[in-house]
T-cell receptor, first 111, second 116 residues
Framework: QKEVEQDPGPLSVPEGAIVSLNCTYS??????FMWYRQYSRKGPELLMY????GNKEDGRFTAQVDKSSKYISLFIRDSQPSDSATYLC???????????FGAGTRLFVKA | DTAVSQTPKYLVTQMGNDKSIKCEQN?????MYWYKQDSKKFLKIMFS???????INETVPNRFSPKSPDKAHLNLHINSLELGDSAVYFC???????????????FGPGTRLTVL
């Protein structure tokens, strides 16, 4: 079993839809949870960062962490064609050197 | 004003050749990383250096050798290239290694390696 599981998609939605992206993980020692966005032929860039459990909101983006279920989510409201990208979840332990990435979910938002 | 830069952007070479990829960051960060992203977009850490000291060395063939001449540079040399080495290689940097909010990793644009 991989440490981090993420459905690779692709996920195709119409413009304006609410998008839900998810990851599950197996290691309860993970404390830092991140979402990266990667456009085609570009490097990943950090989108959202959450420590431990709870929600964090930034504009149209909301990150949720449920440590009891080992489940993290990223919600995108009012999705735009410019949101079309691969979204990678990532996590690491406190004091850990390594960031473990999910496989990434490809999202297409149709105009 | 690129924060993390890599050269070359594209690399096409024959099996058995030796090649190098260079990475430079101008963010003043202490930690640098090499990642490999395969065709299925799976991003996997290979190496990490903190203040020029190797701190992560994943299960990578010893044909891959990182070198950090100073904190701002981390190069990757690959000997005897194989077909399975074809991938996109990303360099990244972060301020520290604690994993806290201040340790966001910034990625370079990637080097697309194709081995024929």
């Amino acid at each position: 079993q991989k440490e981090v599981e993420q459905d690779p998609g692709p996920l195709s939605v119409p413009e304006g839809a609410i998008v839900s992206l998810n990851c599950t993980y197996s290691n309860s020692a993970f404390q830092y949870f991140m979402w990266y966005r990667q456009y085609s032929r570009k490097g990943p860039e950090l989108l959202m960062y959450t420590y431990s459990s709870g929600n964090k909101e930034d504009g149209r983006f909301t990150a949720q962490v449920d440590k009891s279920s080992k489940y993290i989510s990223l919600f995108i409201r009012d999705s735009q064609p410019s949101d079309s990208a691969t979204y990678l979840c990532a996590m690491r332990k406190t004091g850990g050197f390594k960031t473990i990435f999910g496989a990434g979910t490809r999202l297409f938002v149709k105009a | 004003d690129t924060a993390v830069s890599q050269t070359p952007k594209y690399l096409v070479t024959q099996m058995g050749n030796d090649k190098s990829i260079k990475c430079e960051q101008n963010l003043g960060h202490d930690t640098m990383y090499w990642y490999k992203q395969d065709s299925k977009k799976f991003l996997k850490i290979m190496f990490s250096y903190n203040n020029k000291e190797l701190i992560i060395n994943e299960t990578v063939p010893n044909r891959f050798s990182p070198k950090s001449p100073d904190k701002a540079h981390l190069n990757l040399h690959i000997n005897s290239l194989e077909l399975g080495d074809s991938a996109v290689y990303f360099c990244a940097s972060s301020q520290g290694t604690s994993g806290g909010p201040g340790d966001t990793q910034y990625f370079g644009p990637g080097t697309r390696l194709t081995v024929l």
